[in-house]
T-cell receptor, first 114, second 112 residues
Framework: DTAVSQTPKYLVTQMGNDKSIKCEQN?????MYWYKQDSKKFLKIMFS???????INETVPNRFSPKSPDKAHLNLHINSLELGDSAVYFC?????????????FGPGTRLTVT | SQQGEEDPQALSIQEGENATMNCSYK?????LQWYRQNSGRGLVHLIL?????REKHSGRLRVTLDTSKKSSSLLITASRAADTASYFC????????????FGKGTLLTVNP
């Protein structure tokens, strides 16, 4: 049973398009995250939701919009895709927002913008 | 700015040897965690050490934390080819700052 799943695994699209990445966790966790990992493997937090409430909103272009329909799902919608958006996007979840809890990561979505 | 910096950036050893990776950070922390990332996969949590702890063990892993030097080390003993992965440290500042800040990682290659 996959704990944190993401779809799609690969996404290739052209500049200017709009795309979404979906994430689901079956761990019963309250908190979910989106991270971006660049080509140099640097991992940076983008957003975090706790019980469907946004608690972290890093300096991310407003073309990126997260949506949490319920505690088990956190989706990421990206408008007007740019070349610089190419990266691997990871969803993660944790028991709660307190950072002594470990985070469980999904397998990642490799986004390539051409 | 980036909180954690691992060194070395890459480490190549033979199976059976020990591997030591270091992490330095800039500001005071609440917890420090180590994660492993196999190629093409998500990160997997290895161990968490709190700011009031100095050493922690988990199986073949040993983590130390020196808050006076703002540094941590991860030791993997008797390494195996399956330990080949990137290793990241991640820190948090506690309180209402819910953010985990990751370093750039150390790529460990264990040769059979």
């Amino acid at each position: 049973d996959t704990a944190v799943s993401q779809t799609p695994k690969y996404l290739v699209t052209q500049m200017g398009n709009d795309k979404s990445i979906k994430c689901e966790q079956n761990l019963g966790h309250d908190t979910m995250y989106w991270y971006k990992q660049d080509s140099k493997k640097f991992l940076k937090i983008m957003f975090s939701y706790n019980n469907k409430e946004l608690i972290i909103n890093e300096t991310v272009p407003n073309r990126f919009s997260p949506k949490s329909p319920d505690k088990a799902h956190l989706n990421l919608h990206i408008n007007s895709l740019e070349l610089g958006d190419s990266a691997v996007y990871f969803c993660a979840s944790s028991l709660g927002a307190v950072l002594s809890y470990e985070q469980y990561f999904g397998p990642g979505t490799r986004l390539t913008v051409t | 700015s980036q909180q954690g910096e691992e060194d070395p950036q890459a480490l190549s050893i033979q199976e059976g040897e020990n591997a030591t990776m270091n992490c330095s950070y800039k500001t005071s922390i609440n917890n420090l965690q180590w994660y492993r990332q196999n190629s093409g996969r998500g990160l997997v949590h290895l161990i968490l050490i709190r700011s009031n702890e100095r050493e922690k063990h988990s199986g073949r892993l040993r983590v130390t934390l020196d808050t006076s030097k703002k540094s941590s080390s991860l030791l993997i003993t008797a390494s195996r080819a399956a330990d080949t992965a990137s290793y990241f440290c991640a820190t948090d500042r506690g309180g209402s700052n819910y953010k985990l800040t990751f370093g750039k990682g150390t790529l460990l290659t264990v040769n059979p």
